[in-house]
């Protein structure tokens, strides 16, 4: 995607051939900055402090952590803390044990003076992989939007809801939920996007709306409590979230908010739909409500905003009283029963295991 007319992904390997550049997304809206990562330390800490997120990139980055591990030393006890160290960075998103699962295969076996290059390649693997599925997300899911578009009035808008942030700053680019939108706008499809706010951490606010600006797409902001409203009186034509893990059952976990959409939706016959890229499918998990673990974030992030005051200073104040209790769940889990379909590389797909199976026999079989 472009940023003011340049050419970016999230993730980069610098001039120096063994540095990680990343956009620091704690910045966004009001500031465009980068962040280098140096270090094991480095990256797991972008990633625990959300300098990136989103399940797609979260993997990628994980998988050049363990670059960065083996660089300095190749080890088998390196390989093994960078993964421990990088695993326990967020609980939820499974990209990142995935990432982290192929990067182990690709060097475990190696001679110790290979490991380092043989990182780097799986993990440039990983990123243009990330990308080539994000692409045929959004060629997949292009035909629901046009569907709606052909039985509407000439010049018509499409109206589509999506909660929190599953464009190309959740991935290395394009983006899950936003790739098909993205494809519409750019093939002359009328479009607009009601993004939420998604609170705690505003990610609608502050990275969908700032992408879909930043590309051209029509988009209001709206507060997390009014899709019902806007879904009742028909002024929602589809939803499309992204997922950081997709049980084999087809429940879906995502953004703490998107289980209330899903049943606003189903009350008000809105199509419910999921983009997801295969590596966000844990075969390992039947029941997504009864085994997916779900992240609980420090308080801070419920009890105080950040912004830009009118003087332009970015300040971060306290919206809750001083000593209140907070609880800061990060995801929720969509049941399977909710979700109209499931936008996957491979095509639009039923949630349910035997779809999932079929889609992905190669995963499935792996963890029978």
């Known amino acids: 995607m472009k940023v003011d007319g340049k050419a970016m992904r999230t993730i980069w390997v610098e001039p120096d051939n ?8 704690t910045a966004l809206p009001h500031r465009f900055v980068t962040a280098r990562l140096a270090s094991l330390a480095e990256a797991a800490h972008a990633i625990s402090a959300m300098v990136i997120r989103g399940a797609p990139l979260i993997g990628a980055t994980a998988a050049y952590g363990v670059c960065l591990a083996l660089r300095e030393d190749p080890s088998d006890e390196s390989l093994d803390r960078a993964y421990a160290t990088l695993l326990a960075t967020r609980p939820t998103a499974i990209n990142l044990k995935w990432a982290l699962d192929e990067m182990t295969a690709a060097v ?10 043989a990182a780097y390649r799986r993990a440039a693997e990983i990123s243009e992989e990330d990308v080539a599925i994000n692409a045929a997300i959004g060629r997949n899911g292009l035909p629901l939007i046009a569907a ?3 039985r509407k009035k000439a010049g018509e808008r499409v109206n589509v809801l999506t909660h929190c942030n599953a464009g190309w700053l959740a991935t290395v680019d394009i983006g899950t939920a936003t790739a098909p939108i993205y494809l519409a706008h750019d093939n002359g499809i009328p479009i607009h996007v009601f993004a939420d706010e998604t609170r705690p951490r505003n990610q ?4 969908t709306a700032w992408e879909l600006g930043r590309h051209g797409v029509p988009h209001t902001l709206i507060a997390d409590n009014t899709g019902g409203h806007l879904m009742q009186h028909g002024l929602v034509d589809l939803v499309i979230v992204g997922a950081d893990r997709v049980a084999m059952n087809g429940d879906v976990c995502n953004k703490i908010g998107t289980y209330l959409k899903a049943l606003a939706a189903r009350d008000n016959s809105v199509p419910f739909y999921v983009a997801l890229p295969s590596p966000t499918i844990d075969f390992t998990v039947a029941d997504g409500v009864a085994e997916i673990p779900i992240e609980e ?19 971060t104040v306290r919206i809750a009283p001083d000593g209140c ?7 929720d889990i969509t049941p399977a029963r909710l979700v109209t379909g499931l936008i996957t590389e491979r095509g639009v797909i039923g949630a349910s295991r035997a779809a999932l199976a079929g889609a992905f026999p190669e995963r499935a079989g792996t963890a029978e």
């Open 204 to 207: 609608g606010a502050s990275l």
């Open 18 to 25: 063994w540095s990680v550049g990343v956009i620091d997304q």
């Open 148 to 150: 709606i578009a052909a």
């Open 325 to 331: 209790a907070v609880v800061n769940y990060a995801f």
């Open 297 to 315: 974030r420090g308080a801070a992030e419920v009890a105080t905003m950040t912004g830009r005051a009118s003087d332009g200073r970015i300040e």
């Open 108 to 117: 475990r076996n190696r001679p110790r003076a290979e490991r380092a290059a």
